[in-house]
């Protein structure tokens, strides 16, 4: 049996340099594949529209006029009117736009306004940013910003949050802090679109209860009868 031969350095470069080509090779192999992937013609993903409606909130029913015929005394049934129509009043669709302070509140929670605005003088905001500048004409959907022509807050003299129903009661009665006859009041409630809106919110916002039509019939009643306030 012969001795084993030890390796010479020749022996020793030569393998190196085949270890190297060797990686080498892999190397070049690898990279060739991924821009061919990369390269090759596929066919892309094919644009769609954006799935902006929400699924639709629940809608809250309102009592009808008729519903209070049970009650005798007129008294009685006025402030019952007005307290089944303070279901709107005193709903967060209302409500964050009637703030205690020049800033409004939204969403359900009623969240202090994102980004930071203010009533300004019109009750359209800051001359530096207006409502019209987010809000539209209309409800964005894609985006969940709501929307009206008329945007804007209530006067600060009609601010309802942290209010008893007894005290909006009395602010709605008072002109000098409505700013509207009984009349006028009742076209409000009635026909004004940006009142409309509670009942078309978008997004994923929960409507004001019943219908705005289901909404002036009591305000109606509840001034026919009176326009007794609840304490």
């Given at each position: ?28 192999v690898?990279?060739t ?22 699924l ?23 402030v ?12 967060p ?66 601010a ?45 916002r ?26």
């Amino acid at each position: 049996m012969s001795a084993r031969q030890t390796p010479t350095p020749w022996t020793w470069r030569r393998r190196l340099k085949a270890g190297l080509l060797s990686i080498l090779a892999l190397t070049a192999v690898t990279g060739t594949i991924g821009i061919v992937y990369a390269l090759y013609p596929r066919t892309m993903p094919q644009t769609g529209p954006i799935e902006a409606r929400l699924l639709p909130a629940e809608i809250e029913r309102l009592r009808s006029v008729s519903d209070f015929d049970g009650i005798a005394d007129p008294a009685s049934r006025s402030v019952a009117f007005f307290e089944e129509a303070g279901r709107v009043l005193e709903h967060p669709r209302c409500l964050n736009c009637h703030p205690r302070t020049d800033r409004p509140t939204q969403t359900d929670a009623m969240r202090p306004h994102t980004p930071w605005v203010t009533r300004g003088l019109d009750g359209g905001g800051a001359s530096t940013l207006r409502c019209s500048t987010c809000h539209q004409a209309e409800n964005f959907a894609a985006s969940g910003v709501p929307g009206n022509p008329k945007w804007k807050l209530a006067p600060i003299e009609m601010a309802w949050q942290g209010q008893t129903l007894g005290n909006i009661c009395r602010q709605l009665l008072d002109p000098t802090r409505s700013h509207m006859t009984r009349d006028e009041l009742l076209h409000h409630v009635m026909e004004d679109e940006l009142v409309g809106w509670a009942w078309h919110p978008g997004g994923n916002r929960q409507p004001a209860p019943g219908t705005q039509q289901e909404f002036g019939s009591l305000i109606k009643a509840w001034l026919e009868t009176g326009a007794v306030c609840p304490q």
